[in-house]
T-cell receptor, first 111, second 114 residues
Framework: AQRVTQPEKLLSVFKGAPVELKCNYS??????LFWYVQYSRQRLQLLLR??SRESIKGFTADLNKGETSFHLKKPFAQEEDSAMYYC?????????????FGQGTILTVHP | EAQVTQNPRYLITVTGKKLTVTCSQN?????MSWYRQDPGLGLRQIYY???????DKGDVPEGYKVSRKEKRNFPLILESPSPNQTSLYFC?????????????FGPGTRLTVL
């Protein structure tokens, strides 16, 4: 069974400070991992995926298979980063369409 | 405009009264999925569909049914709703795989079962 854990329900930082949102996963195969974000009054949307190895809005995330983690990082947080963040894992093989989300972390960036 | 729509957006009903929440997308996506969002539990997948007439269970399928008779529509059916199905429901769609597999989410349907 696949599982995603986001240990922090709430995370508060000040503007300009570094931020790290933690995501740990449990999956026996080779995972595909994503970060989704939901800004206030907006729909849930993709932030980044580990396959792309891209940086979006200054955020990066590295898949660490040894530690089974996919933490989201940003060196200098901005107030507009305040949102709910979800880490998600997609299964492979015959369960390719199955997507498991973590519990979510609400990030608040104070001025 | 490319989008995922859900109806109704809000629904209050009583235990046992069958209901359907519709989901429609206009992006010709193969993949569609339903989730429920509950405080402290995050998003949990109910059912997903890889294409027309192909559906499969997610993590919390009990008490729900789905069908995929057309590519654009993926209704969620609650045959006999119970209070524990009170939740915020999201539909999503995407292309099947590759770098076009970003999921587009609907606006959500807030369901209350009394």
């Amino acid at each position: 069974a696949q599982r995603v854990t986001q240990p922090e329900k709430l995370l508060s930082v000040f503007k300009g400070a570094p931020v790290e949102l933690k995501c740990n996963y449990s999956y026996s195969g080779s995972p595909e991992l994503f970060w989704y974000v939901q800004y206030s009054r907006q729909r849930l949307q993709l932030l980044l995926r580990h396959i792309s190895r891209e940086s979006i809005k200054g955020f990066t995330a590295d898949l660490n298979k040894g530690e089974t983690s996919f933490h989201l990082k940003k060196p200098f947080a901005q107030e507009e980063d305040s949102a709910m963040y979800y880490c998600a894992l997609r299964a492979g093989g015959t369960s390719y369409g199955k997507l498991t989300f973590g519990q979510g972390t609400i990030l608040t960036v104070h001025p | 405009e490319a989008q995922v729509t859900q109806n109704p957006r809000y629904l209050i009903t009583v235990t046992g009264k069958k209901l359907t929440v519709t989901c429609s997308q206009n992006m010709n996506h193969e993949y569609m999925s339903w989730y429920r969002q509950d405080p402290g539990l995050g998003l949990r997948q109910i059912y997903y569909s890889m294409n027309v007439e192909v559906t499969d269970k997610g993590d919390v399928p009990e008490g729900y049914k789905v069908s995929r008779k057309e590519k654009r529509n993926f209704p969620l059916i609650l045959e006999s709703p119970s209070p524990n199905q009170t939740s915020l429901y999201f539909c999503a769609s995407s292309f099947f795989a590759g770098d076009r597999d970003e999921q587009f989410f609907g606006p959500g349907t807030r369901l209350t079962v009394l």
